[in-house]
């Protein structure tokens, strides 16, 4: 485990991760993608020979769905590249210094400074890993997260189902993409000690707006973070065991599930079909064909599966 003590460095290689995402040239893996491939391996290489994910390349719907959801998560929501353009200077993460630099609090380089400083910080954030021993770039986009003391206290995942049979649990594919952003942090300096992975999943209400309830759940999913902060100090969570917290904020359509985040457990590994994420790098980079079936733990909740 990495120590409490360098949140500065791990917060200092984000930034620079930022700077060399920005070449056109380099196509990242996202988490996204690799949960996507826990649960059709086929798919998720199409998918992923097509490209990110951009208003193009998809459904109107799902562009459209994607976008609300984006902007709801409001001011704390930074963008993919360091900028200046509220005026603020950019500087680097300095050891010496504890206080936070003029650069621009909603710039990336703002929020890493934040965050380093052991500030309380709740928001959106993308992060990133290069993995040089398969010369590729890991890039993960949560929907929100929290720190506290340069910690990543909660990583959470949001997801809107418009089939209601989907409601009844939340499947154990659907851990992959949380786990592999907490792996990001991991594997680039940040103490996980205190991490819990939430998964948020709502469906929309019949009959009901959806632009309200997009505005719903991104305030929820805040508020939930808040709440969850210390929820794994307070609580024993494990890796391969979910539970349900109470939130009395929490509409009754959303289904909130909580995951105890461990580094010595490969959850990864031991979902679907048991690939790792090395493992499905090479299926990407065209070194292994991709499986054709559906993985065995198809429509079972985490417990099931890792206990089937």
Known sequence: MTEPTQPRKACQYQVELYDELADPTIRPILAVELGKAKFNQLKALDEFRSG?????????????????????????SVPT????????????????DDV?????????????????????????????????TEDVYLRGFPFLMGFED?????????????????MGRIYANEWARPWVIASILDATG???DQTTLVTMKAKNPDGTDEDSVVGYLAGSA??????????????????????????SHQAPYVLTEVLGYDSRFSLYERIGHGDSIKDIIAVFQGERDPKS????????????????
């Open 293 to 308: 079936e559906y993985p065995p733990d198809k429509g079972l909740s985490l417990e099931y599966s890792l206990n089937r």
């Open 222 to 247: 805040r508020q939930t973070v808040e709440e969850l902060m210390d929820y794994r100090a307070e609580h024993n969570l494990q890796p391969d065991q979910t539970d349900e917290p109470e939130l």
């Open 100 to 132: 936070v630099s003029s650069t621009s609090l909603n710039s990336a380089e703002g929020v890493w400074k934040r965050i380093a400083s052991g500030e309380r910080w709740i928001g959106a954030i993308p992060v990133g890993m290069c993995r040089q």
């Open 81 to 96: 590249y360091p900028t200046t353009e509220e005026g603020g200077t950019v500087e680097t993460i300095d050891d010496e």
């Open 190 to 192: 940040f103490n996980m």
């Open 52 to 76: 990110p994910s951009i208003p193009w390349s998809v459904s109107e719907d799902t562009a459209t769905q994607s976008a609300k959801m984006t902007k709801a998560r409001g001011e704390n």
């Open 150 to 166: 340069g910690q990543p206290k909660v990583i959470l995942n949001r997801i809107l189902t418009r089939d209601g049979g989907n």
